[in-house]
């Protein structure tokens, strides 16, 4: 173990470079979230992940945030394991009809001031499953969305780019 | 005591159905097939539903012959196979859930799938009745002194797929732990009805997305069989290809968060730069990190990028310069293997009477590979062998696992070595009237079945089961006399799809 502890001090880190906010996101934050909260929250945020009915591809890609290359943390961005911790919500899936109270739920479990993040295509109006009997179609249709983050599923520069903005 | 091929033969053959048999049989046959699951003489590989009939897939205990038996049930009834064979009890109360199909003397007839919440009964059904107020779901009891209970779910702690867990625990010790799944059912069967080929691919690839590659495949293997078509052997290499990378690139993720669940994290941060490795590895050779959509009916949809041979080479002598380095770590960390080794024991017994496939079946000595039990092209004609071991605990899994790597780096070059030239998909014509077509495909987590009934161009019916069928049910039986803290660890060493078995 400790051949391991010293070749991982001597590597170059193997984080990636920030990546800069993304406009498009920056433009739809602008229109939704009160600058004042935001000050309040200074440059840290609890994020909590609900998935309400992915294929479980998003939350690979979400995972992987937290991987050396991404390294979430060094951000001031961290994932927390209740929604009672957290500032933001990332919420991914179409909404299955069966988890939709879960996720009223864990909404209203979670303090404010807070913000939804959905993310992945079918976050956003169902996508692929969309007109099923078994789907709500679409994050917004359950709670209210602050900022998209679209991909099936988005890489996780993309997913970065897009939560960055939360910060600026 | 017939043998099942006798059964079989005696049943009426369906002439469309590809690669293997299907024939319409008998209530009386139905049974006898169901006794022979009960009595070990027969693996249960898949029970569906459509509107009016049951299908169940069964093979030898090698799963070299497959056969698919039917039974119409125009009165909405068919023989419990349950009652003589309990693996197949979630999968009955799902077609009961979801068709209003009635499995007669079935031992459990709680809903399954259905929560509750889709104001209406039996989706695929021809009967839709009006939501009768449903009493509360009765978990099963349990009885005796200083029990308490603990609910989990479905929203979970980590950044995982949602599911119910019911402990029931005396101290730190789990007596019972029952699941309820079901929470991301997102009805893709009722989806694939009327889709087009292109569309129920691209759905097929969203069942269970760290399985995306292997969903693809079994579909397209199912597709391919109902149609005749001929793959171009390129294509064919590519596939392996990419079903490889999905292999590693799971297994990397796998073994690492097991370690993270027993609190040692620097092997799940040293996994998961492996992991990212071969993701990269993987966008950089086909353009999409999990490489969905890349597989299609009649081939694949993404050659190789001119410089995915130096780069995969790249990748592979890191991941070889790494990985036996973490090997060792694991090896010699005693406080690890204390949590590891001899926790969640699956017995070989159960392994082998539920038929689960994967690392699940292989760490309790179940010697089962569709790769090479089935030995589809071009696993034919690679040189690998599928690792067993016999000890059944949470570090079996991880061995198997790590064995599993170091085979997938082996043919990770064998393929590279031996990529035919030529092109890359066979064009897909659909047939006039009804083909069907089932495929059986070796995922990371065990073996993926896609059957497929063709009207024409259209998806008639589809179904898609995932190993995890077969392997949930065995985590309720692992945990047990384990403690509540072991949980995440067994959990993990099992990884199951909710997505895949939800649907």
Redesign the interface.
Known sequence: ?R???FEGLRRRP?AEAPPRADDAALAELAAQVDCAARRRLGRSLAIR????????????????L????YDLERFGLR?V???RHADVLMVT??V???????LER?YNATPHPKWVVAIGDCAVDGG??S?????VGGVGNVVPIDLHIRG??P?PMQLLTGLLALLR | MLALTEIVSQGRRVDCHRPWPRVIVTADAWRAIAGALGAGRATLLGLWGETTTVHMAVADEQVSAITVASIDCPNGMFPSVASLHPPAMRLERAIRSLYGLEPVGAPDTRQWLD?G????RH?LGNLKPSVAEEPPYAFLPTEGESLHQIPVG??H??????GHFRFTANGETVVRLEQRL???????E??MQGATIE?AS??AG?????S?VAYAFAFAHAIEAALNIAVPARALYLRALMAEFERLANHF?DIGAICNDASFS?MH??C??L??HV?RMADACFGH??M?DRIVPGGVAEDLKPDGAVRIQDTLSELRWRFP??IE?YD??ASLQDRTVATGIVSADLVRQFGAGGYVGRASGRAFDARKALAYPPYDQLDFVAPILTEGDVNARVWVRIREVEQGLALIEQILQRLPQGPIAAPVTASAGRAEGLGLVESFRGDVMAWVALDGERIARCHLRDPSWFQWPLLESAIEGNIVADFPLCNKSFNC???GHDL
Request: with cysteine.
């Open positions: 173990m051949r391991t502890l193997l992940e609900v998935d309400a009915g992915s294929c479980n591809g998003c939350e690979l890609e979400i995972q992987a937290n991987n050396a290359f994932f394991a209740s929604p899936g179409p299955t009809r069966n988890m939709r109270e879960a864990t692929i499953f007109g099923s009997y078994a789907v099936c599923p890489r | 929560l919440f889709w104001g209406l989706p479905p929203v702690a980590g950044i995982i797929e949602p079901g929470y991301v059912h997102k009805g893709i009722s989806l569309r691209r759905l969203r069942t269970s997305g760290d995306t993720g620097l941060a040293h998961g730069i992991r990212e993701l990190r999990l969905m380095r973490l770590l010699n960390t799809s909710y997505s």
